[in-house]
């Protein structure tokens, strides 16, 4: 009976919903760590080994290991349990037992003569004060002690827990390639015209120039399973494809057949190359900025101004001391128009930007030079003989009264003013002679500085 | 432990009654509740009394005598007498309280031998 009522309580117990409330307090940093992990996607990829004229490709296969910063700190776990029960329970308890105890202790001191002023229906008189004070005693027995026991267990059953652990707290990660592991097996390269298989040897496909030019885009794959270039590795094959676009240097005679601009694309081209094969780069430099200087000097009289840098108005006219002026009605003007004005000669011009636009113009090499030839709509340049170069002119249109005046502007030129659609200024410069496609001869001004007009 | 929750549960019963009442102390409680103001036209009509009811009725049917004792004589046996008196105390325990006149005419309807109890006439 006593295991009976102790299973009942305790059950009855276990029924008081218990709050528990979890709190991690963070400790110190006991160490960090790094730690590898494989992550199974394993794929080929290529390694390029430049070794001029030839192209070494080592494919390998590798799995990403993913390599994580880990931090270990000393953790708190702290458990507090509590029961909102209690303090209820410990109330009714202690006043249960209390004055349930004290009425049945002190019963005797009530009297036990029935009270005969009621009679019940069963023709029993009404209970003495002694029965009454037993019975409420024996009630606040029955609903204290329970209640005592609920409290006692449920304060026993409370307080707070302390549970030390370590915690790991992961605070960087990165990827790279690990556990490489050697393949066999053709190439396909997929950027040829059509496919193009070559066998590896030793896990290295080796090409030459002829054919990376023939190849294009290099993009390969292995027995089907594509191989991948990373971005440090694809940097590499593009500069050695630059070396394959300007490496051997041409001959002398080739050379001086190439545009400053194309001899300018040629020199960037060396200078990545120069990343993979840095003596043949060197050569090579040295060859095609020869043959730059070479342009520029055959060029010069036809595209800038002779003499010192200008950094004025004042010494622009002084350099050029010019003697003509052309302005609207002037004679210089009408000679201008004519194109009777002598190439070279320094004018001063005073009129409005109508508009500032590109004009295409062409170098072509003649027997005895070359003609800088201002190319009119619907004209092939190449019909009018070997184009050296063909360039757009930064060209302003200023206007004399109703008389037009081509006036052309140095690339990147800072003068005192902004030369721009409906500015009024002064000009000076030199008379430039070209002719159109046409063959009909054409007088421009090169402009040396130009400010608003005084 | 099983003594104690006996126990317990003894007290709790025992507490709600008291011994049972005598004779004379059950019969002078119904007398005393007939008789308790305002009395009701019915035992006045039906039991032929005064102002002087209790007196009166104990003079009829002797239950102030200590030796008093249902069955003997023309009382009615004490189960009978407890079943007629139910009505009587619809309106409280106390002895004091007034039954209502429907409770009474109640009480005399269903207890004609109650009535001749009261009005000190002998059993049919």
Known sequence: MRRLLAIVLCGACACVPMQEEVRVERGPLLRTYEREQALGNRTLQAEVLPRWPDLDIRIQRFDTCRTEKVEEYAEDHITERTSRGVGPALTLGICGTLVGGSLLVARNAFSNDPNKDVIDGAGHYGPSPRQVATGWGAAALTAGIPALAVALIDLARSGETSETVKADQVVSARDNLCQPQPVSGNVEMLGAPGPRAYPLQNGVLTLNPDQLRELGEVTMSLNGEPVFIARAEDEKLNAFRACVRVLPVPKDDQLGLLSAGQLHTRLDLVSACARVAPEAAEEAMRAYDGALKGVEQRERPQSSVPGPRIESWDEAVEQLQPKRHLAEGTADALAFSRNELPADEPVTVTGRVRTRTLLPFALISRSNGFDFVRLLNGVDPNTLGPVVEKRDVDVAVIMLGKQEVLAILAPGAVWDTAVRGGAQLDLVGVVRTVKDSDGKPLSLIEVSWARSAQ | ?124
Do not use: W, Y
Not at chain 2, 1 to 6: G, N, T
Not at chain 2, 89 to 103: L, N, V, Y
């Open chain 2, 1 to 124: 432990m099983k003594h104690a929750l006996v126990l317990f549960a003894a007290l709790a019963v025992a507490s709600c009654t008291g011994p049972a009442a005598s004779d004379p102390d059950l019969c002078e409680d119904v007398i005393v509740r007939l008789c308790s103001n305002p009395r009701c036209d019915l035992v006045t009509q039906t039991l032929n009394v005064t102002n002087a009811c209790i007196d009166e009725l104990n003079a009829r049917t002797h239950c102030d005598d200590p030796a008093f004792t249902f069955g003997t004589g023309n009382a009615p046996t004490r189960d009978r007498f407890l079943e007629c008196r139910i009505p009587l105390i619809r309106a409280g325990d106390s002895r004091t309280t007034a039954p209502h006149c429907d409770d009474v005419d109640d009480a005399f309807t269903r207890c004609e031998d109650l009535v001749r109890f009261l009005n000190g006439e002998g059993q049919p």
